[in-house]
């Protein structure tokens, strides 16, 4: 397996784990309550802090052993990477564009918060299946 | 994905120059050991640049290491 896809299956499984043990504890904490009520602000940080800090342990322990010439990005990943970052973003603006729409009808800063998490989650999910499809699939320049 | 009809004889032509390896001529043309694999088979196409360098590490015209169906 090429070093870059295995950065990408990480990013795909650190990502959907980190975004579902915060829904989990947000939903625990909320228990019967209204979600705005919910202290959820310290929780989604500490996921996405944890989930930066997992990806780059991880990519450090999958990289150990590693050839150099294994290890760097060569034209096939720069091009995949691309394709894969291109998919990603457009769900980052949708994120935040729903986000800025909520903010500006004063709806609850919870939702605001949790549209633009989700575009971040859907934007690292969907650009890591891009590159993973790539890599499994096939990818054609040509 | 759609399938790529160019096809190619990096396979052959690495036995045919000393049972190259695929990580020696991903090392001469300077990418991973990965890629030369996707290259043949078929599962990526490679820039321009890179399927000269392949035609050159065999010191062989680009189309003796592609080919690509003149008609339907």
């Not at chain 1, 940080?45 to 989930?51: D, F, H």
């Not at chain 1, 894969?84 to 800063?109: E, K, P, R, W, Y």
């Not at chain 2, 043949?40 to 080919?67: C, N, R, T």
Request: glycine share 8%.
């Amino acid at each position: 397996m090429a070093h870059q896809e295995k950065r990408a299956w990480i990013m795909l499984v650190v990502t959907v784990v980190a975004y579902t043990a915060y829904i989990v504890v947000v939903l625990r904490r909320a228990n019967g309550t209204p979600l705005t009520e919910v202290a959820y602000a310290a929780v989604l940080i500490a996921s996405i802090v944890l989930a930066i800090a997992a990806n780059i342990v991880l990519d450090i322990a999958t990289s150990l052993g590693t050839p150099r010439s294994e290890y760097k990005a060569d034209a096939r990943d720069k091009e995949i990477a691309r394709i894969g970052d291109l998919t990603g973003q457009s769900f980052l603006v949708i994120g935040a564009l729903v986000g800025m729409g909520l903010a500006m009808l004063d709806a609850d800063s919870f939702w605001v918060a949790n549209v633009i998490y989700l575009g971040f989650v859907l934007s690292a999910v969907l650009g890591s299946a891009t590159k993973i499809a790539g890599y499994r699939g096939g990818f054609q320049t040509w | 994905m759609k399938p790529t009809r160019v096809t190619n004889s990096i396979r052959t032509l690495r036995f045919a120059h000393g049972e190259m390896t695929q990580a020696d001529l991903a090392e001469r043309i300077g990418v991973t050991r990965q890629t030369v694999i996707a290259i043949e088979q078929g599962k990526y196409s490679p820039s321009l640049e890179v399927a000269f360098q392949i035609a050159h590490v065999f010191g062989v015209p680009l189309d003796d290491v592609f080919q690509y169906p003149a008609s339907e």
